[in-house]
């Protein structure tokens, strides 16, 4: 090929993921752990990861051969947002309509975002709003929304994503209720699997019917502040991941905690157990 001056040049970039499931790695990488499967047979069982992206990169590619014409029965265009808004035991998830989509699926991660594991959760969707109440309070939430075309063809779950956590709130408790204040769990024992007590969030505690806003004051039993909490929102819970005012995790032992109404409610005094 023979360039010439003010020649125009484009360049494409093509970018695919292609793997197993994180399910199906488990399985195996258990199943080899115990010796169950040989080498040769988990070296299988990943070639197929890179073939699934050899693929997808092939597609991509003559996708743009074609000008970007999708043929019939591919893909339909994910939806453009997903808003969510939290309430009392529910969630309620609104988005705009994807022309030609039949219905939508929703999928939701459980504790972190970038957790790759978002199992279906509703199918067959057929408005563009909806109200999850099967959610529970303690749990963060990541939901992924899809568009399905009468192909049934799914649009990409890595579009249509909350990157915020949506949480049940729980109503801040008023002055005489001050005594309801406490920590869950009590104690709080660490689980070596690494799932702990709220799946995603080994290490969280959380601080329950608290006033309102407050500041929330953790020592150790001889009485060095572990870390000191401002709780400036009227929600009546408040996370707390086990690290103290230094980034340091907390070890076992004994933690009183104070907390104190900054609105005049009062205040109150507990204490909480670690075991880690």
């Given at each position: ?215 929330i004051t953790i020592f150790t039993q001889s009485g060095d ?52």
């Amino acid at each position: 090929m023979t360039w010439r001056l003010r020649d125009t040049v484009n360049i494409v970039l093509f970018m695919g993921v292609g793997a197993r499931s994180t399910e199906e790695c488990r399985e195996w990488g258990t199943k080899y752990k115990n010796g169950e499967i040989t080498d040769t047979q988990k070296n299988e069982f990943l070639r197929w990861g890179k073939t699934d992206l050899l693929n997808k990169l092939s597609r991509s590619k003559k996708l743009w051969r074609d000008d970007l014409q999708l043929p019939a029965g591919m893909n339909p265009e994910p939806p453009a947002a997903i808003t969510i808004e939290s309430g009392p035991g529910y969630i309620d998830l609104n988005w705009e309509a994807v022309p030609d989509a039949e219905y939508y699926n929703i999928y939701r991660a459980l504790g972190v975002q970038d957790s790759v594991i978002y199992p279906l959760v509703m199918e067959g969707i057929t408005e563009t709003s909806i109200r999850d109440d099967s959610v529970k309070r303690g749990f963060d939430y990541y939901c992924v929304l899809t568009a399905m075309n009468s192909k049934d063809a799914e649009s990409s779950k890595y579009w249509a994503r909350t990157s915020r956590k949506s949480a049940v709130p729980r109503t801040a408790l008023g002055a005489e209720d001050l005594k309801d204040v406490r920590v869950v769990p009590n104690p709080f024992v660490y689980d070596r699997s690494g799932q702990g007590n709220y799946t995603g969030q080994k290490d969280k505690i959380i601080f329950a019917g608290l006033p309102g806003p407050c500041t929330i004051t953790i020592f150790t039993q001889s009485g060095d502040i572990v870390d000191e909490i401002n709780h400036d929102s009227d929600e009546g819970t408040h996370d707390w991941f086990q690290v103290t005012q230094y980034n340091q995790f907390i070890s076992s032992g004994i933690y009183v905690y104070h907390v104190k109404s900054t609105e005049g409610k009062g205040s109150m005094m507990g204490k909480f157990i670690i075991i880690r």
